[in-house]
Nanobody, 120 residues
């Protein structure tokens, strides 16, 4: 079984920074293609924050462009999200996502979520 484990959420003042990390691990051999971060604020739908392909191409949600940076380490099966100039509206539960495959099945993985709270 392959799973994603996130870390790095917390409370920060507006204008501050946080870094989220997500690591994939499992007993079976696996490979990951796209990785990304989504978020869900109370009463709102889950939305894409940023994604990155195995080759390093990135995509960002309009509300975070220029403030957030996604990166990954393919050798370590990790993805990170550097969040700068945080705003109260960035408050949400952030979820790591990855797609890939083991020898016998495709994977669509989600982390457990980590809460980011930005105070004004």
């Amino acid at each position: 079984q392959v799973q994603l484990v996130e870390s790095g959420g917390g409370l920060v003042q507006a204008g501050g920074s946080l870094r989220l990390s997500c690591a994939a691990s499992g007993r079976s051999a696996f490979s990951l293609n796209g990785m990304g971060w989504y978020r869900q604020a109370p009463g709102k739908q889950r939305e894409l924050v940023a994604s990155i392909t195995r080759g390093g191409s990135t995509n960002y949600g309009d509300s975070v462009k220029g403030r957030f940076t996604i990166s990954r380490d393919n050798a370590k099966n990790t993805v990170s999200l550097q969040m700068n100039s945080l705003k109260p509206e960035d408050t949400a539960v952030y979820y790591c996502n990855a797609d890939g495959a083991t020898m016998i099945k495709r994977l669509d993985l989600w982390g457990q979520g980590t809460l980011v709270t930005v105070s004004s």
